[in-house]
């Protein structure tokens, strides 16, 4: 059992290339999202989606799309990359779309922008 | 609009003794609150969630959290620290009712258990 798998680990783009973070789960979870990490600033969730052809905006969606074409995969593409999106990128799920079932993180994708 | 605050960026405890990591939320209405733990290159893992019901809730590796309503405060507790508890500790919240599925985290706590 996979559970949350992003890929990848690590990746350093130039200003205005773009580039697509993978996740996906084994889990057969309806809840997906994404969030990023950055130093004293906690977690700030950027897309998320409650099953299959449904996405909405989170907290921080400007520069990010994604889309969910199946239950396991959500990835999340950066159509022109900026500085301002150097940061720690994780995907989570849930199995159920309840909002007090908890969320279970893949290992994230450290991202520098240059 | 909702939001969590976790006062102490970092909290030191000597191995052994009891360990509490702080925090305070707000939210319109009743609250989902969670207690999540990162170790260093590694994704958030779920430790314990207060629903409704009973203000003390226990979660994994002894953890435990007291939800106090009037105070707003959801902190995280363990009796006997171990140095393997080090690490950051982040509590986030949800509004329980309809709408937007957001899950608002704190900035996180550093918990570091000395020896």
């Known amino acids: 059992n996979a559970g949350v798998t992003q890929t990848p680990k690590f990746q350093v783009l130039k200003t205005g290339q773009s580039m697509t973070l993978q996740c996906a789960q084994d889990?057969?979870?309806?809840?997906m999202s994404w969030y990023r990490q950055d130093p004293g600033m906690g977690l700030r969730l950027i897309h998320y989606?409650?099953?299959?052809?449904?996405?909405d905006q989170g907290e921080v969606p400007n520069g990010y799309n994604v889309s969910r074409s199946t239950t396991e995969d959500f990835p999340l593409r950066l159509l022109s990359a900026a500085p301002s999106q150097t940061s720690v990128y994780f995907c989570?799920?849930?199995?159920?779309?309840?909002?007090?079932?908890?969320?279970?993180f893949g290992n994230g994708t450290r991202l520098t922008v240059t | 609009a909702q939001s969590v605050a976790q006062p102490e960026d970092q909290v030191n405890v000597a191995e052994g003794n009891p360990l509490t990591v702080k925090c305070t939320y707000s939210?319109?209405?009743?609250?989902?609150l969670f207690w999540y733990v990162q170790y260093p290159n590694r994704g958030l893992q779920f430790l314990l969630k207060?629903?409704?019901?009973?203000?003390l809730v226990k979660g994994s590796y002894g953890f435990e959290a007291e939800f106090n309503k009037s105070q707003t405060s959801f902190h995280l507790k363990k009796p006997s620290a171990l140095v393997s508890d080090s690490a950051l500790y982040f509590c986030?919240?949800?509004?329980?009712?309809?709408?937007?599925?957001?899950?608002?985290f704190g900035k996180g706590t550093k918990l570091s258990v000395i020896p």
């Open positions: 989606s409650v099953g299959a052809g449904i996405t």
């Open positions: 889990m057969n979870h309806e809840y």
């Open positions: 989570a799920s849930s199995y159920s779309t309840t909002r007090n079932s908890p969320l279970h």
């Open positions: 207060y629903i409704t019901g009973d203000n």
């Open positions: 939210v319109s209405g009743n609250p989902y």
């Open positions: 986030a919240v949800r509004y329980s009712g309809a709408g937007s599925y957001q899950l608002t």
